[in-house]
Structure formats: C-alpha cells, structure tokens
C-alpha cells in the first residue's frame, strides 16, 4: 500500500473520520476523443434500414481503453492550473484507488 494512503488512513482513523468511496461512471462523458473511434449501435437503438451503420464517436463512453487514461490527462491539467505538483505518492494513491472502485 502507498505510504500517503497508509497516513491518510492513519489520520481518519486518529480522528475518527468517516471514510467515503465514490464511484463515478459519468466522469467519462467529460472527456474528449483524439482519435476516430467507430462503435457498432447498441441493440434496441438500431433503425430499420440502417442496420450496418455505425456510430461515431466525439465524447468518451465507460469501458473505453482510452477513457481512463484521457480522463487522468485532462485531471492532471485541471490540478496543475491549480499549482499543484504530481508527485510518484499521489500516482499511486490513484492506481490504488481505480483498482479498488
């Protein structure tokens, strides 16, 4: 386990905090696409006619291989306007938690 999340829970347990998970599947839908990403209709949504069409795609979607690592892109550039500094502690407290939810 990563040091920094060692002592985060060292200090909620101290103190007695609550720990919270949050899991955010729409996080993606925030996200933009840099590459042209083609995906089959979902079943249900196909329009008659128009079977072997495909969709486009302009925005992320959950379950994208390129989802997660566009998102932690556009996080790092939102945290560094901030004057935050990553640090190898921070990335792995980041792993972790993705494992974990």
Same mark, same amino acid.
């Given at each position: 386990?990563?040091?920094? #999340?060692?002592?985060? =829970?060292? $200090?909620?347990?101290?103190?007695?905090?609550?720990?919270?998970?949050?899991? %955010?599947?729409? %996080?993606?839908?925030?996200?933009?696409?840099?590459?042209?990403?083609?995906?089959?209709?979902?079943?249900?949504?196909? %329009?008659?006619?128009?079977?072997?069409?495909?969709?486009? =795609?302009?925005?992320?979607?959950?379950? =994208?291989?390129?989802?997660?690592?566009?998102?932690?892109?556009?996080?790092?550039?939102? $945290?560094?306007?901030?004057?935050?500094?990553?640090?190898?502690?921070?990335?792995?407290? =980041?792993? $972790?938690?993705? #494992? $974990?939810?």
């Amino acid at each position: 386990m990563a040091k920094s #999340l060692q002592i985060m =829970l060292a $200090i909620a347990a101290w103190y007695y905090y609550e720990i919270w998970q949050m899991n %955010v599947k729409t %996080v993606f839908f925030n996200g933009f696409v840099e590459e042209e990403i083609y995906v089959d209709q979902s079943e249900g949504y196909t %329009v008659v006619g128009d079977e072997q069409k495909v969709c486009h =795609l302009q925005r992320l979607i959950y379950g =994208l291989k390129q989802a997660s690592q566009s998102w932690t892109m556009h996080f790092d550039e939102v $945290i560094r306007g901030y004057d935050f500094v990553k640090n190898d502690f921070d990335c792995d407290i =980041l792993r $972790i938690l993705y #494992l $974990i939810g």
